[in-house]
């Protein structure tokens, strides 16, 4: 998590093409500051913080070009929403909220939807159902992961990576959090091949050490993805001109301090 404008250019020197941030709400659910708190990752520091709309505005320069602060490598911002406090009432005024800001203080286009919380997979076919007709349903990234503190088997990684490449699959992306150890990198990586089963992105606290493992062993596979890619197609091998011919891979970070 990178929750300190300060923080931000770190990261991406350091080779990182994706930021993730946290917001924190008032009991009303005004979108208030960015900031996770204890407890959070292990040999973390849980406590940086900035004021939403003032990151928000810091993100828009850093993402468009010809501002003298455009990152051109910047192309994925991951939000985690800290709601679980909050009322039914409190969540819905969080929502739109945060809404109103993007739209203010960033952007009005591109929007989906992502599924991080480690939910059965009949659930989100559930709630997707219940969102039929909605623009963002093709528009969908699915998460599978835990805390660096820990180890999480891969099965459910594996099972979602089927349901993406399912001929009629809804799912855009699958990414994998939080990933540190290169070992693991290389372990969630290489099912198969990155390009016809691998993962689109992980979440790790050492975006250095992910794009050493894309140079050193995936080098003819893969490479972080760039603006030319679209987030919502999965890369596919021989697809011409595509600009993702040697593969896309897309590196979201969270903080390294």
Partial sequence: MVN??????????????GLEFDIEFT?????????????????????????????LQNLRSLTTPGDPKYRKQ???????????????????????????????????ISKGLDFSGNEEIEEIQKSKKRLEGNQFLENNWLGDG???????????????LDERDEPDGKISKVYW???DKESSMCEGCNQTTLLTEGVDALITNYPKTLKKVLQEDFSKQARLATF????????????????????????NLDYEY
């Avoid at 300190?4 to 093409?17: E, K, T, Y």
């Avoid at 835990?146 to 979602?160: A, P």
């Avoid at 091998?237 to 891979?249: D, V």
């Fill in 4 to 17: 300190a404008v300060s923080q931000i250019a770190g990261f991406l020197d350091n080779g990182a093409n």
């Fill in 27 to 55: 009991t009303e659910g005004n979108a208030s500051r960015t900031f996770h708190g204890v407890p959070c990752d292990c040999f973390r520091d849980c406590n940086y913080n900035e004021d939403f709309v003032s990151y």
């Fill in 74 to 108: 910047l192309v994925l911002l991951f939000v985690d929403f800290k709601v679980s406090s909050l009322t039914d009432e409190a969540r819905t005024n969080a929502g739109e909220d945060v809404a109103k800001k993007l739209l203010e203080h960033y952007w009005d």
């Fill in 146 to 160: 835990i805390t660096n503190c820990l180890r999480r088997g891969t099965d459910r990684l594996k099972s979602v």
């Fill in 177 to 179: 959090w939080t990933v």
């Fill in 228 to 251: 030319e890619d679209s987030p919502w197609e999965k890369y596919v091998e021989n697809a011409g001109s595509n600009s993702s011919q040697e593969g896309n891979y897309t590196m």
